[in-house]
């Protein structure tokens, strides 16, 4: 935001702060700090108590690794081998359906829960059976998504499939709770339904959109990684469920912790595109 | 239908009520809101209709932007039944309602945008309404960062932007402190009068009626009719009809008040 004068909220003259805003400012600062300090503390006595548990004894390190044992496992797997290809490879897929399967969730959602905006019958129609459609457990579809869609498609389609109801279902609640005076306003200047849908409903709805990529990102990358436990040959899913089978579990959790730091990226780069929408706001 | 020919014929009728009444259906049973309104509104007239809450106030308002229809009788504009929102009928409603997605400028025109009226035009009015109501170095802010005084004038600025006729003014200071909203009261009557616009104004503040008004109109508890009607001058202030905050100070001022209090005060005992 630029600066500006006379505006409400924005800061005054900021040449000489007084001893007692600079004293804020420090315990601002120091909230910040202790906040940050404190995470990284847990992570470390995390990574700390997993290293030495199995070590001393506490636990089977059969069934843990350590985590000095992920890194030089993650670049023994960087490498693709006669039967199997590189780690980066595997992530790479993954990433690439959980992008398809949420966009996809992101588009199909949109376009329904216009519709069911449009149509208020139709929602009043379709409402339990999304509603049933969203609590069902879509993981109970694995076997059955690979027999009618088959190995690469029965991935992208688990990944849709449990991300898109609740996505539907939030958009469409995100669209019905637009403030009525917007659209009766942009109905006084003579405003057609799709001029409202265009104009107030969607561009109003932008919170709900990144609420709802947030909630179907996550879905999506656990839609992924059920359906390469299934069926693939690629993927992060699929060497987890590799790793298990050969009973090697610097594999297994050298995957998943790729996928948390998968996870971690993608939640950075939502976080990005809320702050540079909301600027807007 | 050249906005300065419809302002340059005072005296005709510019909206017309002709019998009208309204009724709500609901699951719990119907609620007849208006019943048999009858009234007339000079072009150029500025009329105030007051009544307590639930009387049907902004429903009438509504008839006459034609986003309602009325279950009897007809609204007419220029002696044409209204049929749906009319580009000459402007309308502003309990609040400002600004889009905190669009920038001032973009508020502005949204009204213009609906209507398809020429980019370049619009854009220019905006910018001519914005920098005469003193928002010039606000067209590219975001609603949020303005007062609520502000907003109110923004507000204003996309009704005026498609040039209506006609504008219906419903409570719109009531979101306002006591202080700013008298100020902005004596600014938009001002304005609307030197732009020859016709406008009618709801509101339930007496004051507020009379220092904006050439004519109260009561109406009484639902079904909301017309109770009385009351011309307002102010003989006093000379030829010019004083602002609203000078009319306060008129001493014609409270012979109306007291007037329409007593009208208002026997619903409240009835």
Known sequence: MSRADAVPGSRGDAASPSAAYRHFLRTELRARVLVRAAQAGLLLAFLVAWEFAPRYGLVNPMFTSYPSALWPTFLGLLKATANQPGILEHAASTVMATVVGFSGAMLVGVIVAAALWWWKRLYLVLDPFLVVANAMPKIAFVPIFYIWLGATLSIYGMALAISVFITILMLHAGFEGVDANKIKLAQTFGASRWQVLRMVVLPGSVPTLIAALKVNTGLALVGVVVGEFQSANLGLGYLIQYGSQVFKLDIVMTAITLLAVLSALMYLAIAALERRVMARR | ?270
């Open chain 2, 1 to 270: 239908m050249s906005p300065a020919l419809a302002a340059a014929a005072p005296g005709t009728v510019k909206v017309e009520l002709r019998d009208v009444g309204l009724r709500y259906f609901g699951r719990e049973g119907e609620t007849e809101a208006l019943a048999g309104i009858s009234l007339g509104v000079d072009a150029g007239e500025f009329v105030s209709i007051i009544g307590q809450s639930g009387c049907g106030k902004s429903t009438l308002l509504s008839l006459v932007a034609g986003i309602m229809a009325p279950t009897r009788g007809e609204v007419l504009v220029d002696g044409r039944p209204v049929r749906g929102p009319d580009p000459r009928v402007g309308y502003m409603l309990q609040q400002d309602y600004l889009f905190e997605w669009r920038t001032i400028l973009e508020n502005t025109l949204l009204g213009a945008q609906i209507q398809g009226l020429d980019p370049q035009m619009a854009r220019d009015r905006a910018v001519m309404l914005l920098s005469r109501y003193g928002l010039a170095k606000f067209m590219d802010h975001l609603p949020r960062q303005l007062s609520g005084g502000m907003r109110q004038r923004v507000a204003l600025a996309r009704t005026l932007c498609t040039d209506p006729d006609v504008v219906l003014l419903d409570e719109p200071f009531s979101a306002l402190d006591s202080q700013t909203r008298i100020a902005i009261a004596d600014e938009i009557a001002d304005i609307l009068r030197r732009e020859k616009k016709t406008a009618i104004l709801v509101t339930h503040d007496i004051a507020e009626a009379i220092g904006m008004a050439d004519r109260v109109i009561v109406l009484s508890r639902r079904p909301g009719r017309v109770k009385s009607t009351h011309a307002i001058q102010f003989a006093s202030s000379g030829a010019s009809r004083p602002s609203p905050m000078q009319a306060r100070n008129a001493v014609e001022f409270n012979g109306y008040f007291n007037r329409l209090w007593q009208e208002l005060e026997v619903h409240v005992e009835g």
